[in-house]
C-alpha cells in the first residue's frame, strides 16, 4: 500500500518564478491538504481539497493556488515567488469522514529553494 | 487565533533517561495527533488522542490527552538513540470541520549513547 508521494524532492527557483508541486494521496483517501515549513518551524496550513475544490485556506496570499484532479492526486502553484517561500512544503492526505477525527498522513516534502 | 506550544523547544540527554515533551494551548481541540519528523523528511504518525483523559501506550512512548482537551504530554522511558527527532504535536480545532491541523514548534530531542 502505497503512501502519500510527494514530486520533485528538491527544487531550485529564482525569485519571480512560478512553481508546481504533485501530490499522490495514500490510498483509500480523498482529501488532500498542503502545509509549509520553514527551518526551525511547525508546519503551517496552506490548504485543503476534496472533491476538487478548495474547502479550507489558511493564511496564504492568493500567489498560492491549488487543484485536485478527479483521481484525488493535487497540484501545489506558487506564483511569483520570493525568497521567504523557501521552505519544506509538506502534502498530507486523510479520508473526510465527518463521524472520526482527522488523522492526516504527510508525504516526504518537497524542499524549495528561493534564490 | 489558535495556538500550541510546545516545551522544551530542545532536549540533549543521555541513553538510558526517561523525558516527557509539553503540548499546551489555551483553545479546546477535537482531537491531537504526535508526529515525529526526521531532518528533510516528512512527519510520521505516532498516535492520534480523541477523548479528554485519554491515554494511550506505544511501546517506551506514553501520550496522554489533557482532560479539557485543551493540552497534552507525551512521556518516553529509557530513551534510546533512535528516538532522536523533532517531536511535533498538531491539534484538529474543535468544532471545526476537520480541515486544518494545527502545529506546534515542535521538540528537537537528541539523545546520546
Known amino acids: 500500500d502505497a503512501g502519500v508521494t510527494q514530486s520533485p524532492t528538491h527544487l531550485i527557483k529564482t525569485r519571480g518564478q512560478q512553481v508546481t508541486l504533485r501530490c499522490s494521496p495514500k490510498?483509500?483517501?480523498?482529501?488532500v491538504s498542503w502545509y509549509q515549513q520553514a527551518l526551525g518551524q511547525g508546519p503551517q496550513f496552506i490548504f485543503q481539497?476534496?472533491?476538487?475544490?478548495?474547502?479550507q485556506r489558511g493564511n496564504f496570499p492568493d500567489r498560492f493556488s491549488g487543484h485536485q484532479f478527479p483521481n484525488y492526486s493535487s497540484e501545489l502553484n506558487v506564483n511569483a515567488l520570493l525568497l521567504g517561500d523557501s521552505a519544506l512544503y509538506l502534502c498530507?492526505?486523510?479520508?473526510?469522514?465527518?463521524?472520526?477525527?482527522?488523522?492526516?498522513?504527510f508525504g516526504p516534502g518537497t524542499r524549495l529553494t528561493v534564490l | 487565533t489558535q495556538l500550541l506550544e510546545q516545551s522544551p523547544q530542545f532536549l540533549s540527554i543521555q541513553e538510558g533517561e526517561n523525558l516527557t515533551v509539553y503540548c499546551n494551548s489555551s483553545s479546546v481541540f477535537s482531537s491531537l495527533q504526535w508526529y515525529r519528523q526526521e531532518p528533510g523528511e516528512g512527519p510520521v504518525l505516532l498516535v492520534t488522542v480523541v477523548t479528554g483523559g485519554e491515554v494511550k501506550k506505544l511501546k517506551r512512548l506514553t501520550f496522554q490527552f489533557g482532560d479539557a482537551r485543551k493540552d497534552s504530554s507525551l512521556h518516553i522511558t529509557a530513551a534510546q538513540p533512535g528516538d532522536t527527532g523533532l517531536y511535533l504535536c498538531?491539534?484538529?480545532?474543535?468544532?471545526?470541520?476537520?480541515?486544518?491541523?494545527?502545529f506546534g514548534k515542535g521538540t528537537k530531542l537528541s539523545v546520546k549513547p
Open positions: 498538531a491539534g484538529a480545532p474543535s468544532g471545526g470541520s476537520q480541515g486544518n491541523l494545527i
Open positions: 498530507a492526505s486523510s479520508f473526510l469522514d465527518w463521524k472520526t477525527t482527522d488523522t492526516q498522513y
Open positions: 490510498s483509500g483517501h480523498d482529501t
Open positions: 481539497y476534496y472533491e476538487e475544490e478548495e474547502r
